[in-house]
């Protein structure tokens, strides 16, 4: 294998990278209306994401492409993804592939061979504890792979279950923490982030600090900035003084920041994932003192 | 539409068959032997999986095909799902797909488009709250469509997260239930089970009452039975007097009952599902008195 997920997004940020991750998620009403306009929806949302993956590739070291919007057209969609996946790839970029799966540990096995063949890394559902993540970690200890688990989603109704509380007053995202922790001891370099990951909205921006203490080693995944309400800033609780440990998402503010007629979209994709990378930074430069490394 | 998913259901049992569920999770190393040996994986998964709806399609009223073990193999092997629920819903079965997606809204409304089009009814991950289940509910409205959300899964490391517990002593799974209860208000007719149901693992027995209680019109899909260390006798909690308000599934028992190399495999797995129907009608019969109807 090429090196752990963490040792590789290292030395993309090494290289010059900020921390950020490009969501593709194709909505066929988003896309350019010049681009195959007569094409099958799954050829035309293809065709869209390789020409998304040349535009941002210079200014992201990590795509994620929500699998949702693909099998919404059937085994044509899920062979789009497959080759989104594979462009992705071909051209050095991280593919997180957000699936989001989990089922029992018989079945997992199933969903880990197949979605972290096609991507570096996946988004899982923590609800069916260790049973359903352990066949993943077994295969990231071959491939090299990563682990994203849903701890605090960034959608509006994520505390209607997430924010279920103990005795102690911890909620159900506290304990989900505790076990991203403990599922990632000993996967990767003990002194480096693991290779399981965290999921948490960047809208949930004062349950950050709490949350990453309860699971220092891992690399946390925030979605939410944009479209759905935080800000750059609000994700900084995530990061190191290193500038390593977290990875800011941003999906329409990037693949719908144009409108469908306009022809230039294309430079306007890559403008806004440069601006967006440069926010980061400009974010991460101008913050107060960070936590330390893991 | 062709009725509610709970109308269909009834029906079925009307005219005589048992409330009990065959899983399609077709593993390669399980198949016949002598099934198209050098197809194909997706190819050999959807002849084995024709052949299993026609032996079982007088002895169960519905079919739960995993995604996973179709999805395992990509894109043919998402086009082998498709097929599989396409010729089940032809032959008059209904079919759950287990998929146990669970995304944001907006996410969540592609998964629906497709799933409950090619499903009577899906398995759905409850962690993200209401804002995920929301746009299967507007397509079960329209489609006379059924969800089964997890409550508690049949897995052992279930209770790992899902009996976190409040102050009260209740559990994350109770806080489920009730959230499938509200969400089911106003779905379907008031007097009967609604239209979101909850997946119980048969697995945990000693639950089953509690949460029947908490949600008291949903149809409970109990897994778990068989290969997995449950009985028949131990998913009755979910059934009211007449015999209505639960599905007992079973999987490896009816379609891996069967060494890969007989050739009369698939009379022992229609034997299989005759026997699991006749089973689980001689442990209603026999069982004590039941709880209320909704």
């Known amino acids: 294998m090429a090196g752990t997920f963490v040792a590789r997004l290292r030395a993309k940020l090494d290289a010059g990278h900020a921390p950020v991750c490009i969501g593709l998620d194709p909505r066929l009403e988003a896309l350019p209306a010049h681009l195959l306009p007569d094409a099958a929806p799954a050829v035309r949302i293809s065709a869209f994401c390789r020409e998304v993956l040349a535009a941002v590739g210079a200014h992201t070291p990590v795509v994620k492409p929500n699998i949702a919007f693909f099998e919404r057209y059937g085994a044509a969609g899920f062979a789009a993804y497959e080759d989104t996946c594979r462009h992705a790839r071909a051209q050095g970029l991280l593919v997180i592939g957000d699936v989001k799966r989990g089922d029992i540990g018989t079945t997992a096995q199933a969903y880990a061979e197949v979605h972290l063949d096609l991507a570096d890394a996946v988004t899982l559902h923590p609800l069916l504890g260790k049973d359903s993540v352990e066949p993943f970690l077994q295969r990231c200890a071959t491939t090299g792979g990563a682990v994203f688990v849903l701890v605090r989603t960034s959608n509006a109704s994520a505390t209607e279950l997430q924010a279920h509380k103990d005795s102690a007053g911890e909620e159900l995202s506290d304990a989900i923490a505790r076990c991203v922790h403990q599922w990632g001891l000993g996967l990767g370099d003990a002194r480096d982030y693991s290779?399981?990951?965290?999921?948490?909205?960047?809208?949930?921006?004062?349950?950050?600090?709490?949350?990453?203490?309860?699971?220092?080693?891992?690399?946390?995944?925030?979605?939410?900035?944009?479209?759905?309400?935080?800000?750059?800033?609000?994700?900084?609780?995530?990061?190191?003084?290193?500038?390593?440990?977290?990875?800011?998402?941003?999906?329409?503010?990037?693949?719908?920041?144009?409108?469908?007629?306009?022809?230039?979209?294309?430079?306007?994709?890559?403008?806004?994932?440069?601006?967006?990378?440069?926010?980061?930074?400009?974010?991460?430069?101008?913050?107060?003192?960070?936590?330390?490394?893991?």
């Open 195 to 294: 290779s399981v990951g965290a999921v948490v909205g960047a809208t949930y921006a004062h349950e950050l600090l709490r949350l990453r203490a309860r699971m220092p080693r891992a690399l946390i995944l925030l979605p939410g900035v944009g479209a759905q309400g935080a800000m750059v800033k609000d994700a900084l609780g995530a990061f190191d003084a290193n500038g390593m440990g977290g990875l800011v998402n941003q999906s329409r503010g990037v693949t719908q920041c144009f409108a469908p007629q306009d022809p230039d979209w294309l430079a306007q994709v890559a403008s806004a994932a440069q601006s967006f990378a440069r926010a980061l930074r400009d974010a991460m430069r101008t913050r107060g003192p960070a936590g330390a490394t893991p």
